[in-house]
């Protein structure tokens, strides 16, 4: 016979059930029927029948409670009023002409800025590129990694999506910059961005992804990108979170590198109240390099959770990763890397760190990096630190007359901007470290 424990927890699954599924009839009725997409969609929608809402009770999940958002009935995205105005402050500089406006996830015809791209390179909507469809089939939603109930959510119900395609020896030398808007409306807002980029054999690009919204309202965004980078091509790539403080953002980047590819990239998050990123990457190639920095600086009772996956699969590959979180007051960060090295995957050399700053009492880290080796001839490393603002540093640094709460800032600053340092794009680099300056 059941207990009344039993009983509650057959009620909660029995919720989540439900909520999902209203979230996949929610997704499907935004999409238009220029991006029917029939095949790709009911694959996703199969999968999810076969899925529930993520709790606490999945070990993937075990640090990040979705609970709250059982209480709310989120709405599709109806017509939005975004001007020049808004985003004005969100360009970049040297990304002039190569910009793309994404509100509420769908591409701005009006506000995105085109003219700066070589002949031959593909940046914009989806849905206005019909013929690349069928070219699409083996790429789109083809990634290892899309087996995730948010990922195939977002596939299923995406209302437009952001393509940047590159031929073959093609080097854009301007960065491409993609501006994620997200504007409050009357109910509860469920937006699905999605971008997909491709940078064929031996071509090069950096890109920027910049979500951002100042709106206390409740907000879910579930935003996927997908890139591929075939033999010998390279991607440098800056992913920026600083959503409302009403947001939960759930963000997929799944990366496929072929041979002697070359992917950077840098994910840093200060908005948002939930923010989970999970970042996988798929090393598909020998002599594969792939570098991953993220930061993350949280206060008040904001929660960041980053789940990365680095997977192995062919020799001489090169992995460096490290991760950093600043958290203050009632914060929580997670941390959960994983860097697997399959049995083929000889000659691997992994090396990869995770740094805390812990700033109050009551704010709280968790973290579990992971090295799952099955290779008997690689070179790897793992460590993770949790620590708290050093009092000999503070009164070295006020021994030299700088005040206190000047040296905390200081210190702070310096820790982070080892990550940010990373950033290419100067414009972005210097506004965020205003951000970090400005931060405590």
Known sequence: MATVSDVSVLRTADQRDAYLKGLVQTAQAAVPESLALAEVRSRAASFLNEQTFPSIRQEDWRFTDLSAMLAIDFAAAGESSVTEADIAELRLSETAGAQVVVVNGRVSRELSQLNGLPEGAIVGSLGDRPELHSQLADRLAQASGNHEVFTALNTVGFADAVVVWLPRNQVVETPIQIIY????????????????????????????????????????????????????????????????????????????????????????????????????????????????????????????????????????????QEHKAIVDGKAHSVFNGRVAVAQKAQLTNARQLNRNLLLSDTARVDTKPQLEIVADNVKCAHGATVSQLQSDEIFYLQSRGISAPQAQRLLIYAFAMEILDKITVETLRSRLADLISQWT
Do not use: M
């Not at 990108?225 to 979170?241: F, G, K």
């Not at 020998?286 to 699969?313: F, M, N, P, R, W």
């Open 181 to 320: 808007v997200s504007q409050a409306q009357d109910n509860p807002l469920f937006v699905q961005p999605r971008c997909l980029v491709v940078a064929e054999s031996g071509s090069a690009l950096t890109l920027v992804e910049d979500y951002w919204g100042n709106s206390t309202a409740t907000h879910f965004t579930n935003a996927v990108t997908e890139l591929w980078l075939d033999a010998n091509a390279q991607i440098t790539h800056s992913r920026i979170e600083r959503e409302g403080a009403g947001t939960f953002h759930i963000g997929k980047t799944v990366v496929t590198q072929a041979r002697d590819s070359q992917y950077i990239g840098v994910a840093a998050g200060f908005g948002a109240k939930l923010a989970r990123h999970n970042w996988e990457i798929y090393q598909a190639g020998e002599q594969t390099t792939t570098k991953i920095y993220g930061l993350g600086a949280i206060s008040a009772t904001q929660h960041a959770d980053t789940h990365s996956l680095v997977a192995l699969s062919h020799p001489h590959g090169i992995v460096e």
